[in-house]
């Protein structure tokens, strides 16, 4: 699989759960700092995005067969990107707009890229009831007071430094989650 963001929050818990589910991946990041993170979290290949077209990378890394899933939390800047990195009847997981929202798009696109399937998913359609979220986070949070999924929360910021907090993540300048603290 293909994950975006690879030193990001989302990007270094994705790829531990990967891992840990025996799957092979190719993370995304841009910086030579942020690819270490990425490797010390499980990934076997790490693109510098800067450096080379990334679903070129992906192309040589897979025998030009192309991923079963790529998840994306970037949008705009790589959505087309994404879909040409994916085997036929892959899936892309669009979690997140880091970039901006993925402009109009013609989904006929997709089935002449080789039956190509999207999602949008957002939490609140996964935890409808009280049950569910038990239910989804139980394996998470067993993971993470086992030890075995590791968090990194090194940025926080005052909620009155929200904006700092914002442009700190728009300009790369983060690593793992970043919380606002009241």
Avoid: N
């Avoid at 989302?10 to 991946?25: E, N, P, W």
């Avoid at 990934?43 to 192309?59: G, K, L, S, T």
């Amino acid at each position: 699989m293909l994950i975006h963001a690879g030193a990001g929050g989302m990007g270094l818990l994705l790829t531990q759960i990967a891992k840990r589910l025996g799957a092979r991946v190719i993370t995304t990041v841009s910086t030579d700092a942020k690819a270490e993170l990425s490797r010390e979290a499980g990934a076997d290949h790490v693109i510098r995005y800067d450096q080379e077209p990334f679903d070129e990378a992906v192309r040589r890394f897979t025998g030009g067969d192309g991923l079963p899933v790529v998840f994306d939390s970037i949008g705009r800047t790589t959505f087309i990107q994404s879909l040409k990195c994916l085997r036929p009847r892959g899936l892309m997981a669009l979690y997140g707009g880091a970039s901006g929202a993925v402009p109009p798009f013609d989904l006929i696109q997709l089935s002449t890229m080789g039956s190509l399937f999207v999602t949008r998913p957002t939490l609140r359609d996964y935890i409808v009831t009280r049950k569910e979220l038990e239910w989804r986070a139980s394996d998470v949070l067993g993971w993470v007071a086992d030890g075995s999924l590791k968090l990194r929360l090194e940025h926080s910021y005052p909620l009155a430094d929200a904006a700092d907090a914002h442009r700190d993540l728009e300009a790369r300048r983060t690593t793992g989650k970043v919380l606002l603290i009241p």
